[in-house]
């Protein structure tokens, strides 16, 4: 797996367990913590993405939707 993904996975996961201890109200001081940390894990997730070495081969003129073949719409 790649080293991005795993940043991915791991600061969602956080942030879904952050949102399950408000919705039961448990654990304050860890709810604190997160809540603290959750500018930090973002930052550290959108750098990890933006600097992943993942090469893209279509240009926006050729690809502008991914579904632009199948939509309705266009015949």
Do not use: H, R
């Not at 809540?35 to 003129?61: G, H, R």
Request: with cysteine.
């Amino acid at each position: 797996m790649k080293n991005y993904l795993q940043v991915v996975g791991i600061v969602t996961g956080i942030l879904i367990v952050f949102v399950t201890l408000i919705q039961f109200e448990v654990a304050m001081p860890l709810i604190w913590m997160i809540s603290i940390s959750c500018p930090a894990l973002m930052i550290w997730m959108v750098y990890t993405v933006l600097k992943a070495p993942v090469s893209i081969e279509e240009t926006f003129e050729e690809q502008w939707y991914q579904d632009l073949k199948n939509s309705l719409f266009i015949k």
